[in-house]
């Protein structure tokens, strides 16, 4: 093994189900790594690739506030071959070394790296067993024209766009058929996972059925069939509800004296996490902080460099962030692109204020990556 830990590469062309299989990953303990967002990062004002991708293509892909307008340099990329070959000679290096560093400082019994170049860039290199995400191409079509708004012409353009699907899947180690249910997703998951660990030679199955005092890190540390009966019992909802949350949230699990007392799910994007439900609601002798510092300790299991808190949510669900070390301040004070960003993803105003926890510094401000030590998460 390349690492004392499994690394899954995910991959698979567009609208074929990747993110969808990564975050049930990481709801399965994972540390979930998502190389295409990484990708923006490293374009920010102060990133690894700003100066060479601005000194590459001039002052014309920046808009007015000096940041690298992705619009305009897509329009110069993706109609010429030789200058998109350039852009990812400039960004793919430096989205690599960020990985490694993520990979360093993992805590987690696995990860999984999503990237749709994941092959053609290099990075399954750094993998232990490659996985591809697969639905037929009329479902593609039919995806991107339903749930990206395409027309079916644009849609059509970006599958023919893209390489051979055959191709990945020639250099698959797993297949992942996304063209089913959730629940079919997230069992061939489980399926896959077990089948790569006991193939890396570990013995003891990913702490799967233990748990951590009452703040549980992932959903593993909970049997499914309690999970499926919390959930029935307490969600309002069928389990496919819950499996198809599971593909788009990130979810844990509170437990006390080795109970499952509450569930919740939050949003893990540009390496913020946002709090989004508690199931149930008001759950029986819990409170604030026990929530919070769940919430934290799974969210720095996902690396998350900020936490983030609408006053409106915060008020919905009987939370006190002030008594957890949030602060409120204004989106736009927040000093890095991504987590302004973020912020304005969960108040929809930029001047608006919000509850802000500041775990970590971006990796991607630091341009020596290879000097950056392994931070601890007490």
């Known amino acids: 093994m390349k690492n004392p830990f499994r690394v899954i590469g995910i991959t698979g062309n567009i609208a074929t189900g990747k993110s969808v299989v990564r975050r049930m990953l990481a709801n399965s303990g994972g540390l979930g790594i998502d190389a295409d967002l990484l990708a923006h990062r490293m374009l920010y004002p102060n990133g690894p690739a700003y100066q060479a991708v601005v000194d590459a293509f001039g002052a014309r892909i920046l808009s007015s506030d000096g940041q690298i307008s992705r619009p305009k340099l897509g329009d110069i990329v993706f109609n010429d071959e030789e200058k998109l070959a350039l852009l990812e000679s400039l960004i793919h290096p430096a989205v690599t070394q960020s990985i490694q560093v993520r990979l360093k400082r993992n805590i987690c019994p696995f990860a999984v790296i999503e990237a749709i170049k994941l092959i053609e860039a290099g990075i399954s290199s750094i993998c232990d067993s490659v996985w591809v ?6 479902l593609q079509l039919t995806r991107l024209i339903e749930t990206r708004g395409m027309t079916e012409d644009a849609a059509r353009i970006r599958i023919q766009s893209q390489p051979s699907q055959s191709i ?9 058929h996304t063209d089913g249910t959730f629940h079919s997703t997230w069992q061939q998951v489980q399926d896959a996972l077990n089948d790569t660990i006991t193939l890396s030679g570990q013995t003891e199955t990913l702490h799967l059925n233990k748990t951590r005092g009452w703040a549980g890190h992932t959903l593993q540390g909970v049997a499914t069939d309690a999970l499926e009966t919390f959930w029935q019992d307490h969600a309002g909802e069928d389990l496919t509800r819950l499996y198809q949350r599971l593909g788009f949230q990130m979810a844990f699990v509170i437990l006390q004296d080795e109970e499952l ?4 799910f939050w949003e893990n994007w540009n390496f913020s996490g946002t709090i989004k439900e508690i199931i149930p609601i008001d759950p029986v002798d819990m409170n604030s902080q026990m929530i919070l510092e769940s919430f934290e300790q799974h969210a720095r299991c996902q690396q998350s460099e900020i936490l983030l808190l609408s006053k409106a949510k915060s008020q919905e669900l009987n939370l006190q962030p002030e008594t957890s070390g949030y602060e409120l301040i204004p989106a736009d004070q927040l000093t890095y692109p991504a987590w302004q960003k973020a912020a304005i993803r969960v108040t929809g105003h ?6 802000v926890k500041v775990l970590s510094q971006p990796i991607e401000t630091q341009h020596d990556f290879g000097s950056i030590e392994t931070q601890s998460n007490d």
């Open 261 to 264: 007392k509450a569930l919740a």
């Open 168 to 176: 990945k899947l020639n250099l698959a180690d797993m297949i992942i």
């Open 350 to 355: 930029q001047e608006e204020q919000l509850w």
């Open 133 to 138: 995400s697969h639905i037929p191409p009329d």
